[in-house]
Structure formats: C-alpha cells, structure tokens
C-alpha cells in the first residue's frame, strides 16, 4: 500500500417545498436530482455491494435534501412525476421518426420504470437506501450546515453559525439514528475559528479547498495530500486540484467526451407544444423531461446539429475514462509517495449532482472506477473516519479562510448583485437572538410555535442558494421571492408575537409550507 | 416608476449612461456635464418626492407561494456591518436610524472610514491606516473597500468630517480579511496519537501500516517511547 484515495460526494438541494401547488416547477430540481443521480448511484452501490467490491465513498446529505426526501407530499409527486414520464416514453415510442429514437424511448421507459420499482422498494424513503450501505461500511454518510448557510458571511454573528451547526448535526441524527462523524461546510467556506464550533458538536472532521492548506498560518508539510488537525482538534481534509481538473473542467474533463449524452437537447424543448404540455410546467414553461436523445458529438456543434446517443459508446467511454482516471491518481500516489517518502491521501470531493444528471454516465463512470480500483494493490480507497485511523500523526495547522466558490472566497455569495440580501439576514438573526433570549423560558404553546416558525424562516433565509443563483443568474426571481418570502414572513410573525396578536390560521399555513425541521427549538438561538 | 424601483436602480450602481437615460425618460433636466453622482442625485431626489405607495407584486410573481409586498428597505437599527469579500475587498452597509440620519444628512459632508487594526486593540485612534470615502446618503446605502493587505483586520465606522475633524456616529464588527499566500512561518506543530503535549518541530510521523524500506524518525527516543 503506497497511498489512499477517498472520494467524497456533497448532495445538496435548496428546500424547495410547495404543497399548496399540484406542481411546481422548481419541485423538479429534486426530482431531476434523484432520478438521474441519486437513485442511479443507489443502483450502483448496490451492484458493487453484491459483487463483494469494497467501493468507499464519503457522502454528505444536506439537511434540507434529507427533509425533502422524508416530506410525504414530494414523495407523492415524485411518484406522479415519474408515472407521467414513463407515460410520455410510451407516446414517445409511438411517434417516433428514426429507429435510433424509439430505440431511446424503449431505453428511457425502461430506466424510468426501474427507478419507480427501485423508489417503492424503498417504500420512497431514499434516506434508507443511503443508510443500507452506511451500515455496511462502504459509505460514511455526513451532514452539512442546517440550510446550507455560507459560514464566513456569518461569522460576525456566533449565534448564527453554531445554530446553523447545531441543528445540522440533530437533522442527520432526527433521520439516521446515530450523529454524523463529521460535517461539509457549504461550499466549503471556512474561516478560522470554526474549528471551535464543530468541536463544540463533536464533529470530528470537514472539508476544505486546497488554498486552506496551502494559505494556512503554518505550511502544511505534505501540502493538501494529508489530513492536519486544526488547534481545537478537529481534522481537516483538502481538495486534491488535480482530480477536480481531471473530472470537473469544462474544457478538458471527462463529461465534455463527445460520445456522452448532451444535456441540453431535451425533448421538452423539441416537441411541438400541445404534444409536449401536459409534460412540462403547466405554466406553459418549456423544461426539461430527462428525456435526450443526442450526444455531445461536438461541442462546436449548435444544439440542432447533435448527433444521435449510442447508450454502449457512451459505456464504453465511461469505462475508458474510469481506467484513466484509475492509472492517473495511481501515477500521482507514486509521485507523491516518493516525494513524502509517506502515503499520501488524495481527496476527491464533487457535488453528487454531477454524477448522472449533469454527466449522465457519472454513476457507471464511478462503478468501472471501484471495479478497476479493487483489482490494485498500491491504491486504497477509503472513506474519511478510515483515513484517520490510518495515521497516528497529524500536524496542526489552522486553515485560512476559503470556499470552493469561484475565486476561491465569498464572492459568489456577496457582489453586486446580491450583497442586499445581507442588511435583511443580520437584521433578523439579531432579533431572532434577542427574541430568543428574551422568551428563553416562554411556556405558551403558541408563542412557541411562533418563536420557532420564525426561525425556520430565519433559516430558510440563510440558505446560501439564493445568492448563489442571484450571482450564476438562472432562477433569479424565484430566488429573490423566497428571500422576500421568508423575510417577510418572519416579520410578520415577529409583528403578531409582539403585539400579542398571533393569527393561528397563518401560523398553521406556514408552517405546513416551510416546514423544515419539524423538531426544532428556537432556544438554540438564545444567548 | 415606483419609489422603490428607483432606490433599487440606484442601488445596482448603474452607469452614468444607463443613469442619464432614465432620468430622461422620467422627465428630469439632465445636462451633458453631469457627473454620475450628480445623476443619480437627481433621481434620487426625485424618488424622494414620490410617495411610498403600497404597490402589487410584479405580474411575473404571480407564480410564488403567496403575494410579495416589498420587504423593508430599511429596519432603522443604526447598525454598520464590516463582512470580507476576499484578501483585497470588503463589504460595508450601513442600516441608520431615522435619528442618525438626520444627524448625517445636517451635518453634512458624511464619510464612511476603514481602519487596519492588524494586531492592535483599537482605540479609535491607533489604526495602522485609516481608508476613507465621501458618501451621498441619498443615494449609498453600502460601500466597497479595495484594501491592499490581505489577512488583515478592519474595522469601519460612520460619521462626518467637521473641519479636519473626523466625528464618528457609528462603529462596524471587526472583519479579517482571508490570507492569499503561504506563510512565511518554518514552524511545525505535530498532534501525535495518545501523548498528551503537542510535538514542535520537523515531522515525527510513523504511518499506522508499515512500509518497507521507509526512513526512520531522527527522534528515535520518541519512537522508542511508543508502542
């Protein structure tokens, strides 16, 4: 054994819950997310599990996708939504005009009913799909930050960061029985000093960008290729950049082969409108179905120039690329095991999503992956708790502040065009701490309720989602609405509390619609 | 246009030709010497005089949850918050009191300063370098500092400037600016499995599973203390 490779998948969806609709077209993240990443990768593992492959993978689940995954109401919509598509291949294969395209639409019916039949057998609660394999050993599962709140923007409010800590840990607990080994930062923004606040919540690691290392108060002896321990004794792992270049880069990396499935073309787009209606927002809004029949083929190419997908091709690329990612972190190991004269640790974390719905072959990708990496002696995949237990020695360093946002700072979460989210977030996290203190000891059911209802809307407001979308300019509006949605609901809760005047009726409305952590306290946010 | 809609313009930091046009359109007298701040003066003098009417969300928003009103534009609470952008920007907004900005606006001549307070316990006197910046209050409601060292602290604060004097009104959060390059420090702390102190110095490190041909520690007393 000359190294370690530990691959860590971050699942993360903003909580997007609209019960009030039938449909709602922002509902389709999630379901785009598990048809396409999660489900597929629950395949996948369940395949490596039956062949006796020791495949080893860090996941987080965020807190809102594991709130989303148990809500009743989605999992009943997902259910419709899936039901729909299937029915839209069988159309599909009716009308289709070349063999390639009924081809296609026989290959899409037949993946869309197994996720249906893979969904029920998990009586449609994915969280125990992910829990099955945890148990197992083959994945480590952990939590991140309760809504996804980017930490350095809140660092000047202590109370904000250890509620959005906090509540991350008893949000995994709630849901998996057991508390999380260690926690991703959203977007893995840090700053020195939150090492502290983990600690504080027993968390034993995190992730951070590899400038974390390379900026950090004292040099890392063995650069980003092996945990540190922060000086309140958390550990710290960084991104290895070569395998983000290798896997992640728009220009060079695997996703952009042309023989993949192209993205883009979705027959959502390309059918005639009343064909295409009753499978697409009911506003009339064009989506995508997930049904794509072109690949990549070039991408000098317009959309219309695409050629047809080839399911074997598009798997025999996804085989080619698992065998040269293998040989290439293999390479590295062996470069870097003679620089250190050590083993060093190569850590590869990527958003889960990017496995089968942004690189549809993603999940086969990692599965030809671990069936090579099983075969190899010099290489051990292994999840992050394993790689502690594998040294006995680590340096301590503070990490600098960093994200793996572009730039590598908090610039994607505060610029121009969003920095006037902040005035509307500070303002009401300090009178959530001042209400929450000064009603530590309330024991009116309903003020209760109030009190806690308006931190879930504090929280919900926090979540880095909305800046992130005001700033990559893809949903805009719908982010600023549930910015001023939340704000604006809190107020109006804050307005009723005070004046004693509390309209249950409303309450019970909101609280039906951002109902995230049905468990929760507002006294975490008291002093 | 709505009151709002014009403050929201404003608030984009639109460019002088964007900001002439508009106040064309909306009638006012524009001449081609103007400034960009005398520009957007201008229409914030205007939106000033438009009365703050309770408004219907955009058609578009239709779609949401619920109806939108327009969430407060300010919440009165004579703050300033200090946030990091990167080693070389901060963030500064400022939340003022109808009080406060009464103060400002008499006085007159209001500025937003910086201070790098690296390492010192501020006093209000004592910064290592003091950044300052006119402010309209008509029109600014935050303020972006280039700043030139990185890993850094910085502190900011608003008021007025009364002759040379500077008097200050309000005081920001202290704000670190994050690190851009490796540090020039040769140290190394080491946390070694099962001792109680930490180890100062060059790499002690035994990797759990053996290797053959690896090099021994120099601190073989260390070793040989370990089971």
């Given amino acids: ?527 | 246009m709505r009151r709002q809609d014009l403050f929201d313009f404003l608030h984009r930091n639109p460019s002088i030709q964007e900001a002439k046009a508009l106040a064309k359109k909306l009638g006012l007298k524009v001449k081609k010497m103007m400034k960009k701040q005398e520009v957007y003066k201008l229409i914030s003098e205007y939106a000033s005089k438009l009365p703050e009417e309770a408004t219907s969300p955009p058609a578009s928003a239709k779609r949401t949850v619920q109806e939108i009103n327009e969430i407060p534009f300010s919440y009165g609470s004579d703050k300033i918050v200090l946030l990091p952008v990167n080693p070389h920007l901060v963030y500064l907004y400022w939340d003022l009191s109808a009080e406060t900005f009464e103060k400002l606006s008499k006085a007159g001549n209001v500025v937003v300063r910086l201070y790098d307070v690296t390492f010192i316990i501020f006093d209000g006197k004592n910064a290592h370098r003091i950044f300052e910046a006119g402010i309209d209050l008509g029109v600014c409601r935050n303020y972006y500092f280039h700043v030139p060292m990185s890993n850094a602290d910085y502190i900011a604060e608003i008021g007025y400037k009364n002759g040379y004097d500077f008097i200050p009104l309000l005081r920001s959060n202290l704000c670190k600016t994050p690190s851009d390059s490796p540090s020039p420090s040769n140290r190394q702390r080491w946390y070694i499995r099962g001792k109680k102190y930490v180890f100062v110095g060059e790499a002690f490190l035994k990797p759990v599973e053996h290797i053959g041909g690896s090099r021994g520690s120099s601190f073989s007393n260390l070793a040989g203390d370990r089971k």
């Avoid at chain 1, 449609?124 to 309760?146: M, P, Q, R, V, Y």
């Avoid at chain 1, 690691?205 to 063995?222: I, Q």
């Avoid at chain 1, 179905?289 to 690329?317: C, M, Q, V």
Wanted: aromatic share 14%.
């Fill in chain 1, 1 to 527: 054994m000359i190294g370690y490779f530990s691959l860590v998948l971050h699942s993360h969806l903003p909580y997007v819950h609209h019960p009030e609709h039938d449909s709602f077209l922002e509902e389709r993240w999630f379901f785009e997310a598990v048809i396409e990443s999660y489900i597929p990768l629950l395949m996948t593992f369940d395949r490596l599990a039956r062949d006796g492959i020791s495949f080893k993978v860090t996941i987080s689940l965020t807190p809102p996708l594991l709130e989303m995954m148990k809500t009743k109401s989605l999992q009943e919509k997902f259910l419709t939504h899936v039901t729909q598509l299937i029915e839209l291949c069988d159309k599909e294969i009716v009308h289709a005009r070349t063999l390639e395209e009924k081809e296609l639409a026989l290959f899409y019916k037949n993946r869309f009913t197994q996720v249906l039949e893979y969904y029920k057998s998990l009586n449609c609660d994915l969280t125990s799909g992910f829990k099955k394999h945890s148990l197992d050993g083959n994945i480590e599962l952990i939590t991140c930050n309760a809504t996804h709140g980017f930490l350095p923007l809140m660092q000047h409010q202590p109370v904000a960061v250890n509620s959005q800590i906090k509540l991350g840990v008893r949000a995994f607990q709630e849901v998996f029985g057991f508390p999380p080994k260690g926690m991703w930062l959203a977007e893995c923004g840090y700053y020195p000093g939150l090492d502290e606040i983990l600690k504080r919540h027993e968390l034993r690691f995190f992730f951070v960008d590899s400038h974390a290392l390379w900026y950090a108060d004292e040099k890392p002896k063995y650069d980003v290729y092996r945990p540190v321990m922060t000086p309140s004794g958390v550990f710290a792992f960084s991104r290895d950049p070569e395998s983000s270049e290798q896997v992640w880069s728009a220009s060079t990396g695997y996703p952009g082969d042309y023989r993949y499935r192209e993205f883009y073309r979705d027959i959502g787009f390309d059918r005639d409108f009343d064909y295409i209606k009753p499978y697409i927002d009911p506003s009339g809004a064009r989506v995508n179905t997930g049904i794509k029949y072109y690949k990549i083929t070039s991408k000098e190419l317009p959309l219309d120039g695409k050629s047809f997908y080839n399911r074997d091709d598009a798997l025999t690329a996804a085989k080619e690329h698992a065998l040269d990612f293998l040989d290439k972190k293999l390479t590295q190991i062996q470069r870097l095991y003679e620089l250190f004269d050590q083993p060093p640790v190569v850590v590869a974390p990527f958003d889960t999503e990017l496995f089968g719905h942004w690189w549809f072959e993603g999940p086969e990708f990692l599965e030809y992956f671990f069936r090579e990496a099983a075969k190899v002696r010099s290489m051990k995949p292994l999840t992050a708790s394993e790689v502690l237990e594998k040294f006995d020695s680590f340096q301590i360093l503070t990490p600098a502040a960093s994200s793996w946002g572009n730039g590598g700072y908090n610039e994607t979460w505060l610029n121009g065009r969003n920095d006037w989210i902040y005035i509307h977030m500070n303002e009401l996290s300090d009178r959530m701490e001042k209400l929450a203190s000064e009603f530590k000891d309330e024991h009116d059911l309903l003020k209760i309720r109030v009190l806690n209802q308006m931190l879930r809307e504090l929280l919900l407001v926090q979540s880095s989602d909305w800046a992130f979308i005001i700033t990559t300019n893809t949903s805009v509006e719908y982010a600023v609405n549930r910015i001023k949605t939340h704000v604006k609901r809190f107020l109006d809760l804050e307005r009723q509390f005070l004046s004693n005047n509390i309209d249950e009726e409303y309450l019970s409305q909101i609280e039906q619609m951002d109902a995230i952590f049905p468990w929760i306290d507002y006294r975490v946010y008291s002093r």
